[in-house]
C-alpha cells in the first residue's frame, strides 16, 4: 500500500495525548497525520485508501522503551528484522534496543553500526540505549557524550546490575549535562547470588533458590538517593515489587527527577506460575518451566496489585515490554541454568488489556502507558495521533479473542509463559510514517513460520 493518503473510517480513536475518545476519522497524508475527525467531506484529494476500522480501536502506534533485539553478536535469539517485524505485530511502531549485546553497545561505532542495520532492516523506529560502563563489566564508564552523539537516548548496563555506587552517581552526573536519563536493572548481586526465583512460600514449596523483593528495592533506593544527589535524571525499569513503588514515589514527592516503568508480565503474573498452570486444562504449563524464568523474577498478587495501582495513579509512568527472546536451547534445559526473560512484543497488547477487561484499569490509562507516557520518558517522537505528528498508527480489535501460539510468533524468541493461553485484543494494522507495515488480514502463516 503506497498510497500516500489514507484515511481510517469509523474506528473508536484513543488518543491520551490530547484527551481524545469518540468514534471518529483519522486521515494521514505524506506520512504525518493530517486531520482527525475532520468535517464530513473534507477528505484529502486524490483518491485516498480508505481503511474501514468499525467496530476497532485506532490509537498512536506503541512506544517501547526496552526491547532485547540481542543485536550484534546473538542474532540467533532474534536480529533486526526478525525483531522489528515483531514489534509491528505486536502495534510497537517505536522499539528502543537494549545495549547487552556482543560487543556490548559501548562504543561510538558499535551504535553506528546498529543505526546503520536499521536504516535496511528495520520495519519500525529503531533507538538504541547505550551501556554505562566499558563491556558492562561495571568499571569504566564509557564515554558517554560520544555516545550520545551517535545517538545513545540513554544509558544503562541493563542485565548487569551496577553495583559501584560511585559509577552510578558519575554516570547520572554526566548523563544529566547531556539530557539523557541513566537506569539500571536493579538486582543486588549479592542476595541475587544462585537466585531463580522471587523468595516467598511458592519458592519454598519448590525448593528453589530464591531472592527477596529487597534485592530491587536496596538497589533502587540506592539509585534514587543518588539522583537525589546529582540532580540525575534517572528512569526505574522494569520495577516488579510493591516495595520499590513507595520508594519511589517518596522521590517523585520530593522532586527527584525520575520516572519508571512497569512490564506487562509484572503487572499480570505471579509466582505460582513457576508451579505450573492448571488453566486451561487444554494447555498445562508444568511446574519448574524455564518459560516462567525472568529477571526481575515474578512476584506475588500484592506485588502486581500493587503495580497496577501505581500504573493508574502516575507513579509508574508507563507500559515497556523487556522482550527477551531466546533460542530454545537457552530455555530448554535445567530451571536453575535456563536464561532469563520472556518474548513480549507480540502478547504485550492483550496482558495489558486483561487488567482493563477486569475493570482495573481504564482503557485511556492502558494506551497512555503504550504510547505517549513511554515516549515522554525519554523524550522521543511518537505516542500522539496530534496533527502534524508521524502516522505512527495501531488499529486492533480489543475484543477478538487468539490462543497463544508461539509458533506463530515473528520474533525469533518463542520463550513464553503464556503459550496456549486464550487472550483478548489482535492488532490488525500497524503504521509506520504512513506506511503499513503490518496487515492482520494478508499475513500468509508460511511466511509468518519461516
Ligand atoms: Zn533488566
Do not use: W
Not at 517485524?85 to 502495534?91: H, L
Not at 528512569?235 to 506487562?264: F, Q
Not at 492448571?278 to 518459560?291: G, W
Amino acid at each position: 500500500m503506497n498510497n500516500r493518503s489514507i484515511v481510517i473510517i469509523g474506528g473508536r480513536i484513543v488518543d491520551p495525548s490530547q484527551n481524545f475518545d469518540r468514534t471518529a476519522d483519522l486521515v494521514i497524508e505524506d506520512g504525518e497525520i493530517s486531520a482527525i475527525d475532520p468535517p464530513a467531506g473534507q477528505l484529502p484529494l486524490g483518491e485516498p485508501t480508505v481503511i474501514d476500522a468499525h467496530g476497532l480501536l485506532v490509537t498512536a502506534g506503541f512506544v517501547d522503551i526496552h526491547t532485547h533485539l540481542r543485536v550484534p553478536g546473538f542474532e540467533y535469539k532474534e536480529n533486526l528484522i526478525s525483531g522489528t517485524r515483531a514489534a509491528a505485530a505486536g502495534g510497537f511502531t517505536t522499539v528502543c534496543a537494549m545495549p547487552n549485546t556482543s560487543p556490548v553497545i559501548d562504543s561510538r561505532s558499535v551504535l553506528e553500526s546498529i543505526l546503520d542495520q536499521a536504516e535496511t532492516e528495520a520495519l519500525v523506529h529503531l533507538y538504541v540505549h547505550g551501556a554505562i560502563s566499558v563491556g558492562q563489566h561495571g568499571e569504566q564508564l564509557v564515554e558517554l557524550g560520544d555516545l550520545s552523539d551517535a545517538g545513545a537516548i540513554g544509558f544503562t548496563d541493563d542485565g548487569n546490575p551496577l553495583s559501584s555506587s560511585r559509577l552510578m552517581r558519575h554516570a547520572l552526573e554526566y548523563a544529566t549535562q547531556l539530557g539523557r536519563p541513566v537506569s539500571n536493572h536493579a538486582e543486588d548481586p549479592g542476595l541475587m547470588a544462585g537466585a531463580a526465583m522471587h523468595e516467598g512460600l511458592v519458592s519454598t514449596r519448590l525448593g528453589l533458590p530464591s531472592a527477596p523483593r529487597q534485592a530491587e528495592e536496596i538497589m533502587l533506593s540506592r539509585d534514587l538517593l543518588l539522583a537525589e544527589l546529582t540532580g540525575g535524571r534517572y528512569h526505574c525499569i522494569h520495577v516488579s515489587s510493591a516495595g520499590s513503588i513507595d520508594y519511589i514515589r517518596r522521590a517523585k514527592d520530593r522532586g527527584v527527577n525520575v520516572t519508571a516503568e512497569v512490564t506487562p508480565h509484572h503487572l499480570t503474573l505471579t509466582d505460582e506460575l513457576v508451579a505450573g498452570r492448571t488453566e486451561p486444562l487444554s494447555a498445562v504449563l508444568p511446574p519448574y518451566d524455564p518459560n516462567t524464568k525472568v529477571a526481575p523474577p515474578l512476584r506475588e498478587q500484592a506485588d502486581c496489585d500493587a503495580l497496577v495501582s501505581a500504573l493508574a495513579d502516575g507513579t509508574i509512568d508507563c507500559i515497556a515490554t523487556d522482550h527477551a527472546p531466546h533460542a530454545l536451547h537457552d530455555k530448554n534445559i535445567e530451571f536453575a541454568d535456563a536464561a532469563v526473560g520472556f518474548t513480549a512484543l507480540e502478547t504485550a497488547l492483550a496482558s495489558v488489556l486483561t487488567l482493563v477487561r477486569d475493570g482495573r484499569l481504564s482503557l485511556a490509562a492502558a494506551i497512555e502507558g503504550l504510547t505517549i507516557a513511554p515516549a515522554r520518558c525519554y523524550g522521543l517522537p511518537g505516542g500522539t495521533l496530534k496533527v502534524g505528528s508521524p502516522a505512527d498508527v495501531t488499529v486492533f480489535d480489543p475484543d477478538e479473542e487468539f490462543i497463544v501460539d508461539p509458533a506463530s510468533f515473528r520474533s525469533r524468541g518463542k520463550n513464553t509463559p503464556l503459550a496456549g493461553l486464550p487472550m483478548h485484543g489482535v492488532i490488525q494494522r500497524t503504521f509506520v510514517d504512513g506506511v503499513q507495515v503490518f496487515d492482520r488480514s494478508a499475513e500468509d502463516p508460511a511466511v509468518v513460520r519461516a
